[in-house]
């Protein structure tokens, strides 16, 4: 039978009872294929990563060995609630690494969208790369494989996901939740007891802020987009939005425009609010934001954060803009 197959007759997992179920056969399938050897895992912060963490976890313990890598490009207390959640929460083996710097000096001064993507798809190969090698009698590699990765394995998360790994190494792979659909992995999430807010968090993309932070990242800019998409994610919470709608989130390009701040010129850049709906990311739509709730984010967002002197909303749907700006 090929493994990476669903079986017809497999239920679909949508209430607690079936996940409790579905953990349990995990634990006793994991346990059987690992023994008492070492699991390493890319531990991103999204729902797959997260939820395979805590799966393993439940079932092996310390044998599992996270990486959380910081490349620089999450959006804001990502990496922090990485280290609560599995460090502190769930007493996980995790290694954390901020690697900042590395990304962000590599990054300096490339503009172009599909060479920003494939410094930091490269970079985080080899950033992990080292961390493995320096672990010893590790054997296994597990990974966030989904259903739908398998289905569209020639098509877009393939070709431009961080989490690739280099096919050198010599690991088996440990995939729990190869043969289940996201809601599925959701629904698992939450048997495990993960916060809503990993659980339940938006599609994000693996270079992150990277393709938000228009052209040439610099360090101020991306500081002031991260501050901004906080702003817009908080309201979004706050007002009951955040659970609707599918993807949210703050582009600023590399331009400034004149304005107007305490009676003296102040130059910035335009914060772009862009809020979609879609159910499989190939066609999007756009959620009609209440005025009052957007003049209430650009009152805050200009005056919060340094660097941005206007806001605008984008009302493009997908064709013809794609979701990303880049
Ligand atoms: P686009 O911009 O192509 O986005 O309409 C469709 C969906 O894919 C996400 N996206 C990415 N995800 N790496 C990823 O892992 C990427 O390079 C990337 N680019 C776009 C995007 O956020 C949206 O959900």
């Known amino acids: 039978m090929d493994s990476n197959k669903r079986p017809e007759n497999m239920e679909r997992i949508t209430n607690l009872e079936l996940a409790n179920a579905f953990i349990e056969q995990q634990i006793k399938e994991v346990r059987t294929q690992v023994g008492n050897k070492q699991v390493l895992l890319a531990l991103s912060g999204g729902v797959d990563s997260s939820v395979v963490a805590a799966l393993l976890i439940k079932a092996i313990g310390k044998q599992l060995v996270c990486v959380h890598v ?7 207390g990502e990496s922090e609630q990485v280290i609560e959640v599995f460090r502190n929460q769930l007493d996980a083996n995790l290694i954390y690494i901020d690697a900042t710097d590395r990304f962000l000096d590599l990054l300096a001064g490339v503009a172009e969208p599909e060479k920003k993507r494939k410094i930091i798809g490269g970079e985080f190969i080899k950033v992990f790369d080292e961390e493995a090698s320096k672990l010893k009698g590790i054997s296994f590699l597990a990974q966030g494989t989904i259903y739908p990765d398998i289905l569209e394995s020639d098509g877009v998360k393939a070709h431009h996901n961080v989490g690739g790994l280099p096919e050198d190494m010599q690991f088996e792979l440990v995939e729990p939740v190869k043969l289940l659909y996201k809601d599925e992995v959701r629904e698992v999430g939450r048997a495990l007891g993960l916060p809503s807010s990993m659980v339940d968090r938006q599609p994000f993309p693996g270079p992150g802020l990277g393709v938000r932070c228009l052209g040439a990242i610099t360090r101020d800019r991306l500081h002031a987009l991260r501050e901004a998409d906080a702003i817009l994610r908080e309201e979004f ?14 582009a600023v390009p590399d331009f400034k425009s004149v304005g107007v701040r305490d009676s003296k010129r102040y130059e910035g850049w335009p914060a772009i609010i862009r ?12 959620e009609e934001i209440p005025y009052s709730l957007l003049h209430h984010i ?18 493009t749907p997908k064709p013809v803009g794609t979701i990303e700006w880049e």
């Open 70 to 76: 910081n490349h620089g490009l999450m959006r804001k």
């Open 237 to 250: 919470d706050k007002n009951g939005l955040a659970g609707k709608v599918w993807q949210y989130f703050v």
């Open 275 to 286: 809020a979609v709906n879609t159910t499989d990311a190939m066609s999007a739509t756009i």
């Open 298 to 315: 650009t009152a805050r967002i200009t005056a919060e954060v340094e660097g941005i002197n206007r806001v605008l909303l984008d009302l």
